[in-house]
């Protein structure tokens, strides 16, 4: 009886980790994510913390699949995944939404100065040289910030916003940080 107990443990276990981790890097994926921002988001309003997410998209990936294949893709996403957690804070987390996209959510923050710095960081550490399968592999990033001061948003707006301005980190160059301003809602719908 006890060994079947333990393997019902296993399995669910096993399950969890399908529903909630990424298997490339073993970082949180969109759903635990989600949930994990419902979290931050109700904690820093009952607390009146300020919150900002960082939304990351790798420059050009897509020509290290194509030129090296995917397995070095994904040697190369578990890089990222791991240099990423090295810039942010304990309590910070660092999640994988798919493809080459990366967010990253930063409860309790102070300034949106330290928010910037995070994000220069980030894009200073993977643009150096990675050592993968053989190659040695450069990177660069893009990232779009949003922050919640004051009044929050729903997670699904919150990383709207922040999409909204890695679109704008991306079209003025990309290798950069753009953080979202009202106005960049006004520019996509006219694009449209």
């Given amino acids: 009886k006890e060994a079947l107990v333990g393997e019902l443990r296993r399995r669910k276990e096993e399950i969890r980790q399908l529903a909630y981790i990424d298997p490339v ?3 949180p994926n969109r759903r635990m994510l ?5 979290h931050i988001l109700a904690q820093a309003a009952r607390h009146e913390h300020s919150t900002a997410l960082l939304f990351l998209d790798l420059d050009k990936f897509k020509e290290v699949n ?6 070095t893709g994904d040697k190369l996403l578990q890089e990222v995944g791991s240099r990423l957690i090295r810039c942010v804070r304990s309590g910070d987390t660092v999640s994988r939404l798919g493809g080459d996209e990366f967010v990253i959510a930063l409860p309790e923050i102070a300034r949106l100065e330290d928010v ?8 200073r550490i993977l643009s150096e040289p990675m050592p993968i399968a053989g190659h040695l592999l450069k990177v660069s990033a893009s990232i779009g910030i949003a922050t919640a001061w ?13 999409d909204l301005a890695l679109y704008r980190a991306k ?12 106005a960049m809602e006004i520019a996509i719908t006219y694009r449209r």
Wanted: glycine letters at 6%; charged letters at 30%.
């Fill in 66 to 71: 194509d030129q090296f294949g995917h397995e």
């Fill in 171 to 182: 079209s003025d160059g990309r290798n950069r940080v753009a953080v979202f301003e009202p």
């Fill in 116 to 123: 910037e710095a995070t994000a220069e960081k980030i894009i």
């Fill in 25 to 27: 890097t073993s970082l």
């Fill in 34 to 38: 989600m949930d994990w921002l419902n």
């Fill in 150 to 162: 004051g009044r929050l948003p729903s997670p699904d707006e919150a990383l709207r916003q922040a």
